[in-house]
């Protein structure tokens, strides 16, 4: 007979849950202000940009050693830690003067994201058994994808109803009362894990992870506006190298639980799988950017009815996610192809709708069948994608996999920002239209060239099952 289940558990995932939503919905509810943001603190282009990705440079860069740390020192203690400093750094982004603060407290913001959700995943793995756990993690899954759509839509709605006079500040200040409650009642709840005791923490493999996505994605958003100076390409190619140099060293020393194991990389279907899930992130976070601006200060919609715009996206991808799975299980690895040219068949309607139907005044409805399409095709490919490629890894190695699977979407979205946003904002002064036509392409190319990648991954059908796979659930 195996031990009692913990008679508090369904409260504790409940609390545990919801301050994930936070780091959920406060991943996307930043896009909807950016140009009411830009205007009261007068941000330049690079700022902005900025303000999306220290976000997620934060959250890549904590993730794994967040894992890990949760595992050595107890995850309850992670977890409340990483409440408490989100709504830390949410006061801090609440009170922001200038552009240089806000981007401080949002970066801050990600590191707490990341120290809080690898404990969330590992305790309902901890607390629930059997049929438990998958009601537990279809629950987080479901959670997961209305946040998405909660992101957008909120930070429109409260930017316009300007509470107390406060704004695009509304969205930060709301996550401090959520994260004490959570702080309180998890402490009471959450049942406190057995830290790992032994080994030593690799503190410079910790820091070259930490800083190596930062020193790559530097030079791309600073570039443009620094005429591309040598210190950029430097700095970059050091990330890089910093990158690959961590994995042989780890690999040579044969280090004990080594932050990014030099066995997974080895194998093909995790590298392809791995590029995929960068160059997906890239595409979608590159995408919601230009397309926020574009609809606000190109086309003057108020932020609420751009999130009200946007959330057609999210719709698709909750009408699909039902049968995802199930088809998954049928074709394997060509539900990936299929989203993948989904997504990109719905920017390029988008695109071409750009061209043909906002000069006439026609309205945001020539969009819509678009970014719907591009929901369905967002949700074939964000459920199954970590399912089927951990059906190549080894089961000793899928913890790791699964982290770094995760860090890759977060890093793939602080490039496509990067990147997409630089092209945006190198033909902005001359037309916003021109600008995002411009630039669109690029996001619907990196899906395609995804779409290939997905041919590269393994063509049986996924034997997982999802609920064993909680990151699967994180990616939504």
Not at 12 to 23: F, T
Not at 28 to 38: D, M
């Amino acid at each position: 007979m195996g031990p009692a289940a913990y008679p508090k558990r369904w409260a504790a995932a409940i609390v545990m849950m919801i301050a994930a939503l936070l780091d959920l919905i406060d991943a996307s509810i930043v896009n909807t202000a950016l140009p009411s943001i830009g205007r009261e603190l007068r941000a330049s282009s690079a700022e902005l940009e900025w303000t999306v990705s220290a976000y997620m440079l934060g959250f890549a860069a904590t993730l794994i050693i967040a894992g890990h740390l949760g595992d050595r020192f107890g995850r309850k203690r992670l977890f409340l830690t990483g409440v408490a400093c989100f709504a830390l750094a949410s006061a801090g982004s609440a009170i922001a003067y200038d552009p240089g603060q806000l981007i401080a407290a949002r970066a801050v913001q990600g590191v707490a994201a990341a120290a809080l959700l690898p404990q969330v995943l590992g305790s309902l793995r901890a607390m629930f058994n059997g049929s438990e756990r998958g009601k537990a993690f279809a629950l987080f899954g479901v959670a997961a994808g209305v946040a998405n759509a909660a992101g957008v839509l909120l930070g429109g709605v409260l930017t316009d109803w300007d509470l107390f006079g406060w704004g695009w500040r509304t969205l930060f200040a709301v996550n401090i009362p959520i994260a004490a409650g959570a702080l309180l009642l998890g402490a009471k709840w959450i049942p406190a894990s057995q830290g790992r005791a032994g080994g030593r923490i690799n503190v410079a493999g910790n820091l070259i992870l930490a800083l190596c996505p930062v020193a790559i994605v530097l030079p791309l958003v600073e570039g443009r506006s620094n005429g591309w100076p040598p210190w950029g390409w430097i700095c970059l190619g050091g990330g890089i190298l910093a990158l690959a140099a961590l994995v042989g060293y780890e690999s040579w020393r044969r280090i004990e639980g080594p932050l990014l194991p030099a066995a997974l990389f080895k194998r093909p279907a995790f590298g392809s799988g791995l590029l995929i899930q960068l160059m997906f992130g890239a595409g979608m976070s590159g995408f919601f950017l230009i397309f926020t601006i574009w609809l606000q200060a190109g086309q003057g919609y108020t932020p609420s009815q751009a999130g009200v715009l946007m959330v057609a996206m999210s719709a698709g991808s909750l009408i699909s996610a039902p049968v995802v799975v199930t088809l998954a299980a049928m074709i394997g690895r060509n539900v990936l192809v299929i989203g993948n040219l989904l997504m990109a068949g719905g920017l390029f309607w988008v695109e071409r709708a750009l061209n043909d139907a906002i000069p006439r005044h026609a309205g945001a409805w020539p969009l819509v069948p678009g970014l719907l399409v591009a929901g369905i095709g967002l949700s074939f490919v964000v459920v199954p994608l970590v399912n089927i490629v951990l059906t190549a890894v080894p089961e000793h190695l899928a913890g790791g996999a699964s982290g770094i699977f995760s860090t890759a979407q977060q890093f793939g979205g602080a490039l496509g920002v990067a990147i997409i946003g630089n092209l945006f904002f190198a033909h902005a002064s001359q037309s916003l239209t021109g600008a995002i036509t411009h630039a669109t392409p690029w996001a619907i190319g990196t899906f395609l060239i995804c779409a290939v990648l997905c041919l590269g991954l393994p063509g049986k059908n996924p034997t997982r099952r999802l609920a064993d796979s909680p990151s699967a659930l994180d990616a939504v």
